[in-house]
């Protein structure tokens, strides 16, 4: 079967560092990404990801292991407008996008 | 802004009743998906079409729903005899098939409330 892995909630501090772990195991692999999405709304697009390492994209970052079957979302400087989840989803051998349940971050002053 | 456009945004629906929802994806976008997602899940994959074909369909997909577009530009996606576990945000998305990166770019969603 195909699973999506990521953590269900965390908490971090205004202006800290935070790293969303997502492990996955897929039929075939076109691609990872992260959505972002605030309470109520839909989920917008943060990053992709197809070749193993970090990609860098101002205060958020991305990295793959495809071998590993593992991702992570890096958050810098943490602003109180980063509260939401954070949706890790795959693009299968389909080319499909298979969802995790999603992160919910809370960002404390 | 011409992003995707879902209309309505709310419905509120009696149990037994038929509703019909409405996609309108990014012009120049050849796929459109229909997503359905429930408090604290991700979105559940539930078709898209490429133009207007319907190339999939999820297993998990009762035949009281259907979905069409038929000149492969809007969308609509209609659920009969709704039940309460239907209640849920209805999630369109739309893409530029490149068999690369294909970021898809979501609507607001309809939330439907089955009573």
Not at chain 2, 29 to 48: A, V
Request: charged share 20%.
């Amino acid at each position: 079967g195909q699973n999506i892995d990521q953590p269900t909630e965390m908490t971090a501090t205004e202006g800290a560092i935070v790293q969303i772990n997502c492990t996955y195991q897929t039929s075939g692999f076109n691609g990872l990404f992260w959505y972002q999405q605030h309470a109520g709304e839909a989920p917008t697009f943060l990053s992709y990801n197809v070749l193993d390492g970090l990609e860098e994209k101002g205060r958020f970052s991305s990295f793959l292991s495809r071998s590993k079957g593992y991702s992570y979302l890096l958050l810098k400087e943490l602003q109180m407008k980063d509260s939401a989840s954070y949706l890790c989803a795959v693009m299968d051998s389909n080319y499909q996008l298979i969802w995790g349940a999603g992160t919910k971050l809370i960002i404390k002053p | 802004d011409t992003g995707v456009s879902q209309n309505p945004r709310h419905k509120i629906t009696k149990r037994g009743q038929n509703v019909t929802f409405r996609c309108d994806p990014i012009s120049e976008h050849n796929r459109l998906y229909w997503y359905r997602q429930t408090l604290g899940q991700g979105p559940e994959f539930l078709t898209y079409f490429q133009n207007e074909a319907q190339l999939e369909k999820s297993r998990l997909l009762s035949d009281r729903f259907s979905a069409e577009r038929p000149k492969g530009s809007f969308s609509t996606l209609e659920i009969q005899r709704t039940e309460q576990g239907d209640s849920a945000m209805y999630l369109c998305a739309s893409s530029s098939w490149t068999g690369g990166d294909n970021e898809q770019y979501f609507g607001p969603g309809t939330r439907l409330t089955v009573t």
